[in-house]
Nanobody, 127 residues
Framework: EVQLVESGGGSVQAGGSLRLSCTVF????????MAWFRQAPGKERAGVAR???????SYADSVKGRFTVSQDNAKNTLYLQMNSLKPEDTAMFYC?????????????????????WGQGTQVTVSS
């Protein structure tokens, strides 16, 4: 069974940086799409960044140029480097994984298509 464990959330002031990590346990070799989603109170869960099994990445417009997704396959760990944080970035951040059918599938699928989820890590940005 695939399990995802996140870490790295916290509280920062606007303009600050955080790096989230997501370690994958029980990983069976197969092409995986890895993603970060976030959910603010009263809002729907939304995609933030994704990286396909082929190594291509994509970002929500709201975080382009500020966030960077990467992965270390040797450590089975996904990262999200978040710079120039804004108060509107405040949310619970989740990492997610799914079998990667294709690059387009990875970058276009809604959160409901991802079967594996971490427990979430809170990011709070104060002005």
């Amino acid at each position: 069974e695939v399990q995802l464990v996140e870490s790295g959330g916290g509280s920062v002031q606007a303009g600050g940086s955080l790096r989230l990590s997501c370690t994958v346990f029980g990983y069976a070799y197969r092409p995986y799409c890895m993603a970060w989603f976030r959910q603010a109170p009263g809002k729907e869960r939304a995609g933030v960044a994704r990286i396909s099994s082929g190594g291509t990445s994509s970002y929500a417009d709201s975080v382009k140029g500020r966030f960077t997704v990467s992965q270390d396959n040797a450590k089975n760990t996904l990262y999200l480097q978040m710079n120039s944080l804004k108060p509107e970035d405040t949310a619970m951040f989740y990492c997610a994984a799914a079998y990667d059918h294709s690059d387009s599938w990875c970058h276009d699928s809604q959160w409901q298509a991802f079967p594996y989820w971490g427990q979430g890590t809170q990011v709070t940005v104060s002005s």
